[in-house]
């Protein structure tokens, strides 16, 4: 056990639903991180949220929404879903906004788009 | 900006015999690398890092990493294999200092045959 909490586990919906992934961080750790995981993107990064504040931001498109609560959890919004938005979401954290000890990331949300 | 490159896609290599991973990355700043192992269904765990000092870092399960800064590269090697190391292996690069996002490779498929 990482430390890091990702639900659900899997999840599978029909194109055009939405969809909300939550992710605990590791006790003490203030930023998380978003990444999608597919066999043709491989490992992109989506965005990263320090103490409820958005940090950074990739390639996350603009039907994905994410935010971090005041308790540090944080959930990634997918909308209007396609096809191609099948992937591995993973979210991982670190104790600061800095990237120098590397990520603590959760085991992932497998989500299918029928 | 930074990139990453894992030459090799998949490494077939006989149990108890010797590994090398090959990464190489680009950057015009000084960088922060990692080695992350993905284990079958599984997130994803930190192997070693490099931030700075001694160019051959010493990670988990008997992998090290030696920094060559001139060839730009990062290669992850063990001196012998075990199936449990059957894995998906990822390079990863930052920027040093205060950077906030992690970028990763591709991936190399580690299969060990018996």
């Known amino acids: 056990d990482s430390g890091v909490t990702q639900t659900p586990k899997h999840l599978i919906t029909a194109t055009g639903q939405r969809v909300t992934l939550r992710c605990s961080p590791r006790?003490?750790?203030?930023?998380v991180y978003w990444y999608q995981q597919s066999l043709d993107q491989g490992l992109q990064f989506l965005i990263q949220?320090?103490?409820?504040?958005?940090?950074a931001k990739g390639n996350i498109l603009e039907r994905f929404s994410a935010q971090q609560f005041p308790d540090l959890h944080s959930e990634l919004n997918l909308s209007s879903l396609e096809l191609g938005d099948s992937a591995l979401y993973f979210c991982?954290?670190?104790?600061?906004?800095?990237?120098?000890?590397?990520?603590?990331f959760g085991s992932g949300t497998r989500l299918t788009v029928v | 900006a930074q990139s990453v490159t894992q030459l090799d896609s998949q490494v077939p290599v006989f149990e108890e015999a010797p590994v090398e991973l090959r990464c190489n990355y680009s950057?015009?700043?000084?960088?922060?690398l990692f080695w992350y192992v993905q284990y079958p269904n599984q997130g994803l765990q930190l192997l070693l890092k490099?931030?700075?000092?001694?160019?051959l870092v010493k990670g988990i399960n008997g992998f090290e990493a030696e920094f060559n800064k001139s060839q730009t590269s990062f290669h992850l090697r063990k001196p012998s294999v075990h199936i449990s190391d059957t894995a998906e292996y990822f390079c990863a690069v930052t920027r040093g200092g205060s950077a906030s996002k992690i970028i990763f490779g591709s991936g190399t498929r580690l299969s060990i045959r018996p």
């Open positions: 949220y320090y103490n409820g504040e958005e940090r």
């Open positions: 991982a954290s670190s104790p600061g906004g800095q990237t120098s000890g590397g990520y603590t």
């Open positions: 006790s003490g750790d203030l930023s």
């Open positions: 490099y931030l700075s000092g001694s160019t």
């Open positions: 950057s015009s700043v000084s960088v922060y």
